[in-house]
């Protein structure tokens, strides 16, 4: 008897140290486990799922967190549409993911300033569609490190669709179109990134395969991503690479300002189209106190005033295609002084399905017209996993929680990062490979694993134009109307 006894105790000591079993809770008009979301957000703890039917909901505040590898997920039922009328409060939570919605205004709201806690958001597959457009609140307004911002649809707004901040960011593969600036008053920006005082910059951070089309009514104030900081903390190394801005009455990419600290941006693989057309509103990428910037592989299109460059100062080019219909006369410096300008100025891209998107003609002038990102640095050892290159900032090694990126090293070496030392430019890579110094290194696949390098050299632009007429590394929202 004292025998079973304790074999009783002891499966009991031992089921009690086992994790509880992650709950599915409904939320319903009736008949579900609550009937409205804040009450299912209330009860949830990590690993459980808060799962939303057909309807109209109010959003909610969420007090608790989730946990690494269990988040608490809010989702669509699949094939109801569930709109939420109010926004969704995360403010100094983690773990936290929101999927499948329909938003009528603001959708989420972490504050930003100092103590703030906000990490690990995921907020994907949402649609937002402002009841209105009047408002001037930023649809995204989310501080916090290794948030994951992507395939979200945003349309009829006054004002950003993000205002964000934080490190290991990644804002991929949304859509925001159509917005008008007279409604509000407002600047708009597909990304939005203030700084100042306490609130945290954008650092370490990626922007991939977004579009942004028809923005206007704006007083040439629409931009694709505007970094600023102000006196708060640097804006170090974001990583701006294969998106579509097309019809916005301003410019594509602003980084820095008076005062402001943005250093090691890097710009390639871009398609900024049809802008202001204007020398200061209408630039493709402006650097203003962004030191060490690198600016490759971008096609900016009927953008800036003919002769102006599209890349202002701060910031080191190559292989960027400048063409403005009708013109065919020198560009100012830096552009002037890239390495490819005699090759590549005023030529025609011979874009497929423009204003649609940008991808390419077969007898594109940008297809395999690109550079290296790249090269294998004289210091590094020539076997191994760490590979020393000139320039480690053009890669990331899988910010939250997406595929560390792919490389080719020569004509056929493919590798995937494992880790990357930003300081001394060494990047770990998953498997040990030769090269040689002087190498040419490229991005072979992208944060989605999707190919973007199908010839000898990238093609430029947004869009490659791949295989088979394919079009890997395409922004996922594009064809979305």
Same mark, same amino acid.
């Given at each position: 008897m004292r025998t079973r006894q304790l074999f009783l105790s002891s499966?009991?000591?031992?089921? &009690?140290?086992? =994790? #509880? #079993?992650a709950a599915t809770y409904t939320v319903k008009g009736s008949g579900g486990s609550f009937t409205t979301i804040q009450a299912c957000a209330s009860a949830a703890v990590a690993g459980d799922t808060c799962e939303v039917y057909a309807g109209s909901y109010s959003g909610w505040t969420q007090s608790t967190n989730g946990s690494a590898g269990n988040p608490i997920t809010f989702k669509a039922h699949t094939g109801d549409t569930v709109t939420i009328t109010s926004t969704v409060t995360v403010t100094n939570r983690r773990y936290i993911t929101i999927d499948g919605f329909r938003f009528t205004g603001q959708a989420i709201n972490a504050v930003d300033g100092s103590g703030t806690t906000t990490s690990n958001i995921v907020f994907r597959n949402n649609t937002i569609v402002w009841s209105s457009s009047g408002s001037s609140s930023a649809s995204i307004y989310l501080y916090g490190d290794r948030s994951l911002i992507e395939n979200n649809e945003i349309s009829g707004s006054g004002s950003d /669709?993000?205002?964000? @901040?934080?490190?290991?960011?990644v804002v991929r593969g949304n859509y925001f179109h159509d917005v008008n600036g007279s409604t509000s008053g407002e600047h708009i920006d597909f990304v939005q990134v203030i700084g100042g005082g306490t609130t945290p910059t954008l650092s370490f951070s990626l922007i991939e395969n977004n579009v942004e089309r028809n923005?206007?009514?704006?007083?040439g104030n629409c931009h694709f991503v505007i970094i600023r900081t102000g006196s708060g903390p640097v804006a170090d190394t974001v990583i701006i690479r294969f998106n579509y801005a097309q019809n916005m009455d301003g410019s594509g990419v602003s980084l820095g300002g008076v005062g402001d600290n943005v250093p090691n941006a890097r710009m390639y693989n871009n398609t900024i189209a049809t802008g202001h057309l204007t020398a200061e509103n209408g630039d493709c990428v402006s650097f203003q106190n962004a030191p060490n910037g690198v600016v490759l592989n971008n096609i900016c299109y009927n953008t800036q005033a003919n002769g102006w460059s599209p890349t202002i100062s701060n910031a080191v080019g190559n292989g960027n295609i400048a063409f403005n219909t009708g013109y065919s006369g020198a560009w100012n410096s830096p552009y002037s002084t890239e390495e490819t300008y005699a090759t590549l100025r005023n030529k025609n891209p011979l874009f497929a399905n423009f204003p649609t998107d940008g991808s390419l003609q077969a007898i594109s002038p940008a297809i395999g017209a690109g550079v290296p990102l790249t090269t294998? #640095? /004289? @210091?590094d050892s020539?076997?191994?996993? &760490?590979?020393?290159?000139?320039? /480690?900032?053009?890669?990331? =090694? @899988?910010? /939250?929680g997406v595929q560390a990126d792919w490389l080719r090293v020569g004509l056929t070496t493919t590798v995937q990062i494992a880790s990357i030392n930003y300081a001394t430019n060494t990047i770990t890579l998953a498997s040990p490979i030769s090269r040689s110094p002087g190498t040419p290194v490229y991005l072979y696949k992208d944060s989605n694993g999707q190919g973007v390098l199908f010839g000898i050299a990238p093609d430029i632009g947004a869009f490659p134009f791949g295989q088979a007429g394919s079009t890997p590394g395409t922004p996922t929202q594009v064809l979305v109307q």
């Open positions: 499966l009991i000591v031992l089921l &009690s140290g086992l =994790p #509880a #079993a /669709a993000m205002e964000i @901040g934080g490190q290991n960011v923005c206007f009514n704006d007083g294998v #640095a /004289a @210091g020539g076997t191994g996993v &760490s590979m020393v290159v000139a320039d /480690a900032r053009v890669f990331q =090694p @899988g910010w /939250a």
